[in-house]
């Protein structure tokens, strides 16, 4: 795909190369002189929230914390305070009307150094505190802070992207409410149906027994009721600890602070050691090895985790009307959320009542757990859930990174616990604990030969380094039957539509080096990727363009902006078109994610 850079004069458009300039492109891997740099660490990024009461404090400096690693001090070498850039709804007027078909990063309102997820945990969540959360959700979008990024995920029998990072709280609630990928309220029953042979074969089984043994066959049948209940649980875990692995993973490119707000009625992991030094379900060996991935995939991507019990406030089930006491009678019922087997000998009357306080009292611990270890907060007992999600919001957009060098260089794997003081003044602080010393840890940075390709994933927030506007059109005419592809997917099948897309980039947004003739040079790559609903790549194209400017050129470029114009090829239906333009001379970029619905539905019209 040929990249063709353009400059607007009055009256005419004027290719660089006639105006006595010169563009020379390179495709991905072929980056000639534009300089790749590898540097290599062992540094720790410990960031910290610190607050009294529910109030942040401001304005401490590197000296007024201390930061111990295994119980020794270690010297902070960098040093920074993240401030809340979110505005009062109201406060930032909207941006001028776009022209249709014409979309810009630029960021309504100064933007957070932090980014939030909001996830609805459906595996693990019923489904009346579904409704609850979506409706939550909803109520909270209505008067979200401007410059607050967030994007909204799912997830059932695998992890579901609803909506990818905006600062449009509008385009949340219509992801949220949409009825063909937005939050379900049904309940998830692919994981019934995966989990069904399964427990077809515990109750065949345990019917035989019953009939052929009486008594026994009951105990029988509890048993194996109870063997498909732990299955069940073994999956719950397993799938939790998967989907919090890919946003580890996918949020690795974001840059700052993620704040992980997760709605539950139940959180099956713990990441990190608890307090005793013991690793959850380490003694279930293919946990281990998953809990440690994740945890050290959370460490690398900053990712804290704010868990929200979805459920609201915490109540007595077994004193609900609907809902009959235990006996103690040899045999009677005990009626409860689980659905156990009558008990074949007496029982102590409280026993359900201590059983129910118990599983409370754990699920609390869990959720402190997960939100001690990572630098979050935990919410629950509340039906205000609305509250807890600004609450939360507020307190991840606050912070002080501090970065130090481990005077302990061994990479062995092991548990290495961090302590974070401060040096005056009583305050409350939140921060990841610990880490696993791994070799996955180690950052290894370089510039590739495709810096895009992590910001260009789907439904990342747009980076607003290089502003642009970017115009996206169907061809007219579309080529004829037989032309070749637009694009670099050779696997691209079925009816097609070729896509114009036209950039005007802020010129001073890019740094051009100025050579002994007085020309201008720089390096700038720009890149197309095309997903369909669920984050699937169906085309893209890109290339790098080598400018070289006379100062006539450059001086246009100056008042009008750069241009560039690409195509590329899209089968038909939905689409959602990742931009970006990357400056190699500074190492910044601007993307932009455009939902092509709309776009395909006038072309096909056409």
Request: net charge neutral.
């Amino acid at each position: 795909m040929r990249l063709r850079f353009m400059l607007s004069l009055p009256l005419v458009a004027v290719c660089f190369t006639a105006a006595g300039s010169s563009v020379q492109t390179t495709g991905p891997g072929e980056q000639g002189s534009v300089p790749v740099f590898k540097a290599e660490s062992h540094a720790v990024v410990v960031d910290v929230v610190v607050t009294k009461g529910d109030e942040a404090v401001t304005g401490l400096h590197k000296q007024d914390f201390q930061v111990l690693e295994d119980g020794k001090s270690v010297t902070v070498d960098f040093f920074e305070e993240h401030t809340a850039k979110t505005l009062p709804p109201g406060a930032v007027p909207p941006l001028v009307k776009m022209p249709p078909n014409v979309y810009t990063n630029v960021p309504p309102a100064p933007e957070s150094d932090s980014v939030n997820v909001l996830l609805l945990d459906t595996l693990n969540t019923d489904r009346p505190d579904q409704a609850y959360v979506h409706q939550q959700m909803i109520n909270f979008l209505k008067t979200m802070q401007p410059g607050l990024r967030v994007a909204v995920f799912v997830l059932g029998s695998k992890l579901r992207m609803v909506q990818g990072f905006t600062t449009d709280s509008s385009v949340l609630r219509d992801a949220i409410n949409d009825k063909k990928n937005g939050i379900s309220m049904e309940a998830d029953t692919s994981v019934t149906r995966s989990l069904q042979d399964k427990l077809d074969d515990i109750e065949d089984k345990g019917r035989l027994a019953t009939m052929q043994m009486g008594a026994e066959g009951l105990a029988a049948l509890g048993a194996w009721q109870a063997n498909f209940a732990g299955y069940q649980s073994d999956q719950r875990v397993a799938m939790t600890l998967e989907a919090l692995n890919y946003l580890g993973r996918y949020l690795a490119g974001v840059p700052g602070r993620k704040n992980l707000i997760w709605f539950s009625s139940s959180f099956p992991v713990t990441i990190f050691p608890n307090a005793k030094g013991k690793q959850p379900f380490a003694e279930i060996r293919e946990y281990s090895a998953a809990l440690k991935e994740t945890a050290d995939m959370l460490t690398v991507s900053k990712v804290a985790v704010y868990p929200i019990g979805a459920e609201g406030m915490m109540v007595q089930h077994l004193l609900e009307s609907s809902v009959a006491g235990p006996t103690d009678v040899e045999g009677g019922e005990v009626n409860s959320r689980s659905g156990a087997i009558p008990p074949t000998r007496p029982v102590e009357f409280m026993t359900p009542y201590t059983n129910e306080n118990a599983a409370r009292a754990d699920k609390i611990m869990a959720m402190e757990q997960l939100a001690a270890d990572t630098g979050g907060k935990a919410f629950y007992n509340t039906n205000d859930l609305n509250a807890a999600m600004m609450h939360a919001m507020q307190n991840g957009a606050h912070y002080y990174t501090l970065v130090y060098t481990p005077t302990n260089k061994k990479m062995d794997g092991a548990y290495r616990k961090i302590e974070v003081k401060t040096t005056a003044g009583k305050y409350n602080l939140a921060y990841r604990r610990g880490y696993n010393a791994d070799d996955t840890l180690t950052a290894d940075t370089k510039l590739e030969t495709d810096p895009l390709h992590a910001l260009l994933m789907r439904g990342m927030p747009s980076s607003t380094q290089v502003l642009y506007g970017v115009r996206v059109e169907p061809a007219n005419p579309q080529p004829a039957a037989g032309t070749g592809h637009a694009g670099k997917n050779v696997k691209l099948a079925g009816p097609l539509i070729r896509c114009t897309i036209d950039f005007l980039i802020q010129s001073r947004d890019l740094q051009l080096s100025t050579d002994t003739n007085g020309n201008r040079r720089g390096h700038v790559q720009i890149e197309l990727v095309a997903y369909d609903r669920d984050g699937k790549a169906l085309n893209w194209t890109g290339s790098t363009a080598n400018l070289n400017l006379k100062p006539a050129s450059f001086d246009s470029i100056e008042k009008s902006g750069l241009r560039a114009h690409m195509e590329i090829d899209l089968p038909k239906g939905d689409a959602w078109l990742a931009t970006g333009v990357y400056d190699w001379n500074t190492s910044k970029a601007g993307t932009l994610e455009i939902p092509l619905n709309s776009l395909k539905a006038e072309s096909a019209a056409k």
